[in-house]
């Protein structure tokens, strides 16, 4: 062993790197930063024949979330396409303290990412407000040009990803950010969120991805506005600074 790999193993310099690590937030969008799943409200309303079973079975995991989105997509006629995007901005609301949160990491200078495995035509209008550069939020994106609407993945799994039909992969995201560098956050609520969770350094969650982290042991801080968010960020960077 040599002197570096020495002084890299000593708990102080364990510490010390700790105390330079960069936060960076990965953020869902459906149920986290919206309070419903606009993919479900989507064809819920629309009510296409046999969306129910696809849907279903997307949830329960016997079939990927890429091939049940793409599905649920393809029953929809591409000339509903103005309805359907009128539908999904003016139904979305989005959860308190959303502002604060992005204020926080502005201030703190901590990047902040959205990771979601919603839409482009839903996403990117829902977060026009809030002034996040495009480069930081990844989502999939939907071509109307054919009969069908038929969703793209421009993100989809790298070679390392557990589940590997992510759709948008919420891990090949995160290990963009080494763990030796960054202190990862993720924020979620649903199952698509856990493997994501795994690599994280704190998770907040809420509802399913919450039930998940409790059922295997994971460590995670349940939230209902982004305020609670907030408020244990500014908790934990008060300690690391007293040096607990
Ligand atoms: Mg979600
Ligand atoms: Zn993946």
Redesign the pocket.
């Known amino acids: 062993m040599n002197k570096q790999d020495v002084l890299s193993d000593s708990p102080a310099a364990a510490e010390r790197s700790e105390a330079v690590k960069q936060r960076v937030i990965f953020c869902?969008?459906?149920?986290?930063i919206t309070e419903n799943?606009n993919i479900i409200a989507i064809i819920k309303h629309f009510n296409p024949a046999g969306w129910e079973e696809i849907a279903t079975d997307t949830i329960e995991q016997r079939m990927s979330i890429q091939e049940g989105v793409g599905k649920l997509f393809r029953l929809l006629p591409a000339s509903m396409k103005e309805d359907v995007i009128r539908y999904s901005i003016s139904n979305a609301v989005i959860r308190g303290g959303f502002r604060e949160l992005l204020a926080y990491c502005q201030e703190e200078e901590i990047e902040f990412f959205v990771t979601s495995?919603g839409i482009d035509f839903f996403v990117y209008p829902l977060l026009e407000p809030f002034g996040i550069p495009q480069d930081h939020i990844y989502c999939n994106s939907a071509d109307f040009s054919g009969d069908n609407i038929e969703i793209l993945w421009p993100h989809t799994c790298d070679e390392h990803c557990p589940n590997g039909s992510c759709g948008m992969c919420k891990t090949a995201v995160i290990r963009q950010f080494s763990a030796e560098r960054y202190e990862r956050i993720l924020i979620?609520?649903?199952v698509?969120?856990f493997e994501g969770a795994k690599l994280a350094d704190q998770v907040y969650s809420r509802s399913h991805l919450t039930v998940k982290c409790r059922e295997l042991g994971l460590p995670h801080h349940e939230f209902s506005t982004f305020h609670d968010v907030v408020d244990d960020l500014k908790e934990r960077q008060q300690a690391r600074k007293e040096g607990n």
């Open positions: 869902d969008f459906d149920g986290t799943d495995g979620g609520d649903s698509t969120d």
